[in-house]
């Protein structure tokens, strides 16, 4: 740690900062994990400084940040770093946009853990940032074509397809024969309720 302080302030001036003080933010941040006031001190002197953009740009650097904003209740300063932070690892950033989420709504209604579906609400009603995922969010729908073919089949055909007739459709629509046969399963269900 000491070694990262001197180091930061010898190369405060310069610009970009060395690939080396970089690496050793990133390895501090990995090692002191637990050591709360330790990591609170590290992540007040990266951010407090002027190569902060820099430091963001390692998953490791952004993670510890995230973690002493949560712990002191600034969910919307991590989220607005989560936003603006240049790592790579988009996919763990989006699971740290959601666990910001679920910090917040465990601490609003004074809850030790979510259930699966107020993770799934909480996880709906704040989705990530374009910044996070810039080919949009992953959609467990199927395309509006497939899903107008599977239609007009069931109200014109029948809405429980044999075996036969769903193997066509797997080959119609690109999916499986499973996903056309869980696909009709919920389409009689929604059409008896």
């Not at 769903?166 to 919920?186: H, I, K, M, S």
Request: aromatic share 8%.
């Amino acid at each position: 740690m000491k070694r990262f302080m001197a180091m930061l302030s010898r190369n405060k001036n310069k610009d970009p900062p060395p690939s080396k003080l970089l690496d050793l933010a990133g390895k501090l941040c990995q090692d002191l994990k637990s050591s709360s006031p330790s990591l609170e001190k590290l992540v007040g002197a990266m951010m407090g400084c002027k190569h902060k953009m820099y430091f963001l740009t390692n998953i490791h650097v952004v993670r510890a940040c995230v973690f002493v904003h949560i712990r002191n209740g600034q969910h919307d300063t991590a989220c607005s770093l989560l936003e603006h932070c240049k790592a790579e690892e988009k996919e763990e950033l989006v699971q740290l946009w959601h666990e910001v989420h679920y910090r917040r709504f465990m601490e609003t209604h004074h809850r030790d853990f979510l259930t699966p579906l107020q993770k799934f609400r909480c996880r709906q009603r704040n989705p990530p940032p374009v910044s996070l995922c810039p080919e949009g969010l992953k959609t467990r729908n199927y395309p509006e074509e497939v899903r107008q073919h599977l239609h007009r089949f069931a109200a014109e055909v029948t809405a429980n397809p044999d075996k036969k007739q769903r193997e066509g459709l797997a080959r119609d629509t690109n999916l499986q024969p499973a996903q056309v046969y869980n696909w009709f399963a919920n389409y009689r269900r929604r059409q008896k309720s």
